[in-house]
């Protein structure tokens, strides 16, 4: 599994980042900052990301295949092109049927101080 950060300034397609693995989620670090990070994530059909409950907005992007988003119990489909916002400290998960590729991007930066 590759971990580094991509090379920056050089033009690369997105999809060509990661492969699928059978019976595998795989995922290839796009760049990690203490703000945030980018990650592209292959995932097989019948994969499960478990649920998780961020204290960050994530933005989910599908860039191959389809997936299944759940947000508090609340199923969307996704398909190529398509993508989410979902909301911090809500509890989600994807999943998928056939295999897809997902960048997930979380912003950590803005929430400091925040009252909730």
Known sequence: MKTAEIEKAKAHVIIDLIEYVPNSIVTRTIVRRLSGNIN??????????????????TYIQVIEGETEIVIDNNSSKLVTGQGMLMPAHAANIIRTKIPAKILRTIIKSGYEGIII
């Open 40 to 57: 592209a994530i292959s995932m097989d059909s019948g994969e499960t990301l478990s649920e998780k409950i961020s204290p960050y907005d």
